[in-house]
């Protein structure tokens, strides 16, 4: 639903003011899908069994939110954004930091110097990654698991943030963050920054980005989102027409704890315009202690009723090797974690909705 509002200001005698043209926009996504895995954790992560469930977002988180745009004249114009993910099985908060505009709440000024955000918004480390994943952040078998089962939330849904977009300049686009801890006296406390590099003609794409998180900081997050790590990502994608290949590398180094590095390539492929398979694999090992690995396969069919209605299935397979304990889902209760030293194999069948 969008509207259009132009508003025009008498002030006694001072000749009408006509003011600039703005929009807001209403927007969302309903998911629903039937999950079934082979092996589900339970809080001490050892195997509680099959799961056949009604789950949340199988294929996109669920969401609504609101956007808003304002023609300031001479190429200038300011830019807003408020973002929440719910629950279509139960009606909860989900998909964000906990919050109720858990997943986006800023505003931005957008002109030809680039553009200035400022509040709580997606990384460039987590938009690399985005850009580069075969399955584009499905929330079954894929990158997003590995992700969250190593830092959760940091880096994704970044609170009191400040970020700098670039223009495309000779087909290269740059992106900075800073985000603030807010602990007075103390401004490494809950600190986070991330840059990205961007090319693209087109055709080819490759990427490259840097996160460096601190814990702590007055962030109130029920989910963390405020873990210390240092990551690293380089992606590529190529076009063929309507097929796209795609390669990751991600290295999340904890501190104190795990070393990923995760391998990670697919395809996204429209066999028709209103049929889209898309399968990736990534391998993880934690350089910590390279006994800990897993394997992620996935594969996805999507059928497009209309541009806003999609029928989709996924299967998946994840095999985690000593400590490891990588997710194949992240719709429902185990959310980001797997059993460890087994294999787990599951798939969903499901609808999503956009509006």
């Known amino acids: 639903m969008k509207r259009s509002i132009f508003a025009v200001a008498l002030l006694g005698s001072v000749p009408a003011i006509s003011y600039a043209q703005s929009s807001v926009t209403l927007y969302g996504i309903v998911d629903a899908s039937i999950l079934y895995t082979s092996k589900t954790p339970n809080s001490s992560g050892q195997n509680a069994g099959k799961t056949i469930a009604l789950a949340d977002a199988g294929l996109s988180p669920s969401l609504f939110g609101i956007s808003g745009t304002e023609d300031l004249g001479g190429g200038l114009k300011t830019l807003f954004k408020i973002e929440s993910g719910f629950n279509v099985a139960n009606g909860g908060i989900n998909d964000s930091n906990g919050n109720f505009f858990g997943r986006q709440a800023w505003v931005a000024l957008d002109g030809n110097f ?91 794409m490759v990427n490259a980005a840097f996160y460096d ?34 390669a990751v590398f991600v290295n999340f180094h904890v501190a104190g704890a795990a070393n990923n590095y995760v391998y990670g390539g697919g395809i996204d492929y429209f066999v028709l315009p209103q049929l889209n398979v898309n399968g990736a694999a990534w391998f993880t090992s934690d350089h910590n202690h390279t006994a800990n690995h897993s394997l992620l396969t996935a594969l996805g069919v999507e059928y497009f009723l209309s541009k806003r209605t999609t029928l989709y299935t996924q299967v998946g397979a994840v095999s985690n090797h000593g400590a490891a304990n990588t997710g194949l889902s992240v719709s429902y209760t185990g959310i980001f974690f797997g059993v460890p030293g087994t294999t787990t194999v599951g798939a969903d069948v499901g609808i999503r909705h956009a509006f």
């Open 114 to 204: 680039g553009e200035v955000k400022a509040g709580l918004q997606f990384s460039p480390f987590v938009n690399s990654i985005w850009e580069s994943d075969a399955r584009e952040f499905a929330n079954f078998g894929d990158i997003q698991s590995i992700y969250g089962g190593s830092v959760f939330l940091t880096g994704v849904h970044n609170s009191n943030a400040i970020s700098y977009t670039s223009p495309k300049i000779a087909q290269l686009q740059g992106s900075v963050m800073l985000a603030l801890g807010g602990e007075a006296g103390n401004f490494q406390a809950g600190r986070q920054y991330a840059a990205s590099l961007k090319y693209d003609n087109g055709s080819l």
């Open 213 to 246: 998180g601190n814990s702590g900081g007055t962030v109130n997050t029920p989910i963390p989102s405020t873990q210390a790590f240092i990551g690293r990502t380089l992606g590529a994608l190529y076009r063929f027409g309507t097929l796209a290949v795609k």
